[in-house]
């Protein structure tokens, strides 16, 4: 069964505090990782994409890496507006039609002033 | 990015009355819609996936008469909660990729309260 998992479940960091957020996945048929940000009462927004092992993105303070069974979103000098809760998610499938995504729980960070 | 429209984004229905959720690609044809389901401080769930012109296919329990799909074009699917109750009250979510894409593009998202 696809799986994907996340931690923590939520972090609290001081303004300026980096850290890191982690989403390991047990899947068949991986077809690329997925971050995307989520506000409260808002749709996921799109972060990153990720399809092979040793692959890195950047965004702002946000970066992204990519290993055979994990994934890590992390956050440099993190700032208030960055508080939101970060969700990962892998698309698995064999077929254009099969193929979904299967989300993580997510992590919710908050960043203090 | 792409722009994916849904409609209301918040509805509160009278239990047993059906509700109509709308979502919209804006500037790109979408040849798959998925809708998901989020409890407070949970995740999506996956309910169903659908392609343009046919018929929905919805996850393990996940009522198909309850719960009724319809994409009857490339920029416009619609979830249709059939004789709500409020066990049905959710956050409801669809998002949208086009054919050949990689990226799923979200909308922002249905608040349901059923009363």
């Known amino acids: 069964e696809d799986q994907v998992t996340q931690s923590p479940e939520a972090l609290r960091l001081q303004e300026g505090e980096s850290s890191s957020l982690n989403c390991s996945y047990t899947v068949s048929g991986l077809r690329g990782l997925f971050w995307y940000r989520q506000d409260p009462g808002k749709g996921p927004e799109f972060l990153f994409t990720?399809?092979?092992a040793g692959e890195e993105k950047e965004k702002e303070r946000l970066k992204a890496t990519l290993t055979k069974k994990e994934s890590f979103l992390h956050i440099t000098a993190p700032k208030p507006e960055d508080s939101a809760t970060y969700l990962c998610a892998v698309r698995v499938g064999d077929s254009n039609y099969g193929q979904n995504f299967v989300f993580g729980p997510g992590t919710r960070l908050s960043v203090l002033p | 990015g792409a722009v994916v429209s849904q409609h209301p984004s918040r509805v509160i229905c009278k239990s047993g009355t059906s509700v109509k959720i709308e979502c919209r690609s804006l500037d790109f044809q979408a040849t798959t819609m998925f809708w998901y389901r989020q409890f407070p401080k949970q995740s999506l769930m996956l309910m169903a996936t659908s392609n343009e012109g046919s018929k929905a296919t919805y996850e393990q329990g996940v009522e198909k008469d309850k719960f009724l799909i319809n994409h009857a074009s490339l920029t416009l699917s619609t979830l249709t909660v059939t004789s709500a109750h409020p066990e049905d009250s959710s956050f409801y979510i669809c998002?949208?990729?086009?054919?050949?894409?990689?990226?799923?593009?979200f909308g922002q998202g249905t608040r349901l309260t059923v009363v």
């Open positions: 990720l399809y092979s």
């Open positions: 998002s949208a990729r086009a054919e050949g894409g990689t990226e799923a593009f």
